[in-house]
């Protein structure tokens, strides 16, 4: 079974730097994209950046030009530099992957998601 092992989460002062880390683990045949999304508390989970194949890159629009996402192909991991933090960056970020995988024969491919981790920003 695949898993996702989230660290790096915890309590930042506004304007400081955190960086997130995501690995992934178990039957992997193949990523094809890693990325972040996050919740803040009573809103809905939302895109924070997603690395494809080649390191292709999207960022939401909240985070774009203070979060870089990058990814390590050769660990299954992908990071989150999160720099220039606010109070409302404060929430839980979750990793997520699209992951392949080969059973009975076949490639599959499915969406995994890691348990969350707190980011909170103190003004």
């Known amino acids: 079974q695949v898993q996702l092992v989230e660290s790096g989460g915890g309590l930042v002062q506004a304007g400081g730097s955190l960086r997130l880390s995501c690995a992934a683990s178990?039957?992997?045949?193949?990523?094809?994209?890693m990325g972040w999304y996050r919740q803040p508390p009573g809103k809905q989970r939302e895109l924070v950046a997603t690395?494809?194949?080649?390191?292709?890159?999207n960022y939401g629009d909240s985070v774009k030009g203070r979060f870089t996402i990058s990814r390590d192909g050769a660990k299954n991991t992908v990071y989150l530099q999160m720099n220039s933090l606010k109070p409302e960056d404060t929430a839980v970020y979750y990793c997520?992957?699209?992951?392949?995988?080969?059973?009975?024969?076949?490639?599959?491919?499915?969406?995994?998601w890691g348990q969350g981790t707190q980011v909170t920003v103190s003004s």
């Open positions: 997520n992957a699209r992951i392949t995988t080969l059973t009975m024969s076949r490639l599959w491919v499915n969406d995994y």
């Open positions: 178990g039957s992997i045949f193949s990523i094809n994209a």
């Open positions: 690395s494809s194949s080649g390191n292709s890159t």
